[in-house]
């Protein structure tokens, strides 16, 4: 849904006062949407292991270990790179972020569902230290 004129009036002067107020975060915010470069690295990611397969192919077809060995590497270094910009890439909400503020996190609240809504292990390792200090 576009922007009437007035909003976006209203967002110019908004991205001014913050390019004054604060140019340092301005232009870390303004340099793009991390999900766009997290894509573009997915994207490459995939087109390596594309490429790496077809060469370790090629390194059996014509037995050359060496060739074989470099499509290995050039796969395996292609589904390292997609595998870790995979989250952001999609957007996928982290386990931490979508748990509410006020929910309980040291009580047990059943094994269905908990990967979702689990928080990160330093917190639960800090909670439950904080539980046997406390008794």
Do not use: C, W
Not at 15 to 24: I, Q, S, Y
Not at 92 to 103: L, N
Not at 116 to 130: D, G, S, V
């Amino acid at each position: 849904m576009p922007l009437s004129e007035h909003e976006q009036r209203l967002l110019e002067q908004i991205e001014r006062a913050l390019v004054d107020d604060d140019p340092k975060f301005a232009s870390s915010v303004r340099s793009g949407d991390r999900r766009i470069k997290a894509r573009r690295r997915l994207q490459i990611g995939a087109l390596l292991v594309l490429v790496g397969m077809a060469v370790l192919v090629g390194g059996a077809v014509a037995p050359s270990v060496p060739l074989g060995v470099l499509g290995f590497l050039v796969a395996f270094g292609g589904l390292i790179l997609a595998v870790l910009n995979y989250r952001s890439a999609t957007g996928a909400v982290e386990a931490g972020a979508s748990a509410p503020a006020g929910s309980s996190a040291s009580g047990r609240s059943g094994r269905r569902g908990g990967r979702a809504r689990r928080q990160p292990l330093k917190n639960r390792l800090e909670e439950r230290f904080r539980r046997r200090y406390d008794q």
